[in-house]
C-alpha cells in the first residue's frame, strides 16, 4: 500500500541537540499529524495541522504543513531522552478517512 | 479513562489456521479502524466502520481479512487460512467522531508460523 517517503529513517543525536525531519508525498493531503510510537505501543498523536502553510507547535516539538499539501516537517528543540522513539507522519485526505502513514524516523537520543 | 484496548496481546498460530482478533474501542466512540503494521514499516490501513457498518473496507488485502462490528461497539478482525506473510501488529484505533482524533490501542502482535 501507499507510504509517505519519511526521512531520515533513523538519527543518533546528543541530549540537548535540536532535531528535525520531514514527509513528503505525491498527492496532496488535507490533514497532516505527527504520531509517536514506544515500543509495545500504538501512536500517539503529537500534533495536527489541518491548514496548509500551519505552523504548530506542542511544547518543544513545531510542525508545518507544507504550501503544497504535499509535505510536512517535525522539528524537536533541545532533546531528552524520553524523545526516544519512532516518529510517524500521516496524511488524512478528508476527515474520517484512513490515515496513510510514513516509514518512520527512529530517533535515539545519548545522554 | 480507559483507552483503546486489544486482544489478545500476542498470538501464535500455525499457517493455515483461523484467527479473531478484537477490539475495545474508548466507550462512546463511534468510529473504529484496523490497520497493519509489517516490522520496520509504518501502519497500513485496512479497513474502517462508522456504527455498524464498514465505510470503506478497500485496505483488507484479500477475501481472506473480514471484519465485523455487529453492535456498534467492539469489533473482530479475521483471518482465515493464515498465511506467514500475515505475521504483523494489527493495531485498532477509534474516535468520537468522523473529524476527531483517532486514539490507537496497543496493538495485537501476531505470529503465524
Known amino acids: 500500500g501507499q507510504q509517505l517517503n519519511q526521512s531520515p529513517q533513523s538519527m543518533f543525536i546528543q541530549e540537548g541537540e535540536d532535531v528535525s525531519m520531514n514527509c513528503t508525498s505525491s498527492s496532496i493531503f488535507n490533514t497532516w499529524l505527527w504520531y509517536k510510537q514506544d515500543p509495545g505501543e500504538g501512536p500517539v498523536l503529537l500534533i495536527a495541522?489541518?491548514?496548509?502553510?500551519e505552523l504548530t507547535s506542542n511544547g518543544r516539538l513545531t510542525a508545518q504543513f507544507g504550501i503544497t499539501r504535499k509535505d510536512s516537517f517535525l522539528n524537536i528543540s533541545a532533546s531528552i531522552p524520553s524523545d526516544v522513539g519512532i516518529y510517524f507522519c500521516?496524511?488524512?485526505?478528508?476527515?474520517?478517512?484512513?490515515?496513510?502513514f510514513g516509514g518512520g524516523t527512529r530517533l535515539m537520543v545519548k545522554p | 479513562g480507559a483507552g483503546v484496548s486489544q486482544t489478545p496481546s500476542n498470538k501464535v498460530t500455525e499457517k493455515g489456521k483461523y484467527v479473531e482478533l478484537r477490539c475495545d474501542p474508548i466507550s462512546g466512540h463511534t468510529a473504529l479502524y484496523w490497520y497493519r503494521q509489517s516490522l520496520g514499516q509504518g501502519p497500513e490501513f485496512l479497513i474502517y466502520?462508522?456504527?455498524?457498518?464498514?465505510?470503506?473496507d478497500s485496505g483488507l488485502p484479500n477475501d481472506r481479512f473480514f471484519a465485523v462490528r455487529p453492535e456498534g461497539s467492539v469489533s473482530t478482525l479475521k483471518i482465515q487460512r493464515t498465511e506467514r506473510g500475515d505475521s504483523a501488529v494489527y493495531l485498532c484505533a477509534s474516535s468520537s467522531g468522523l473529524a476527531e482524533t483517532q486514539y490507537f490501542g496497543p496493538g495485537t502482535r501476531l505470529l503465524v508460523l
Open positions: 495541522l489541518y491548514k496548509a502553510g
Open positions: 466502520f462508522q456504527g455498524t457498518g464498514a465505510a470503506d
Open positions: 500521516a496524511g488524512q485526505y478528508n476527515a474520517g478517512n484512513m490515515l496513510t
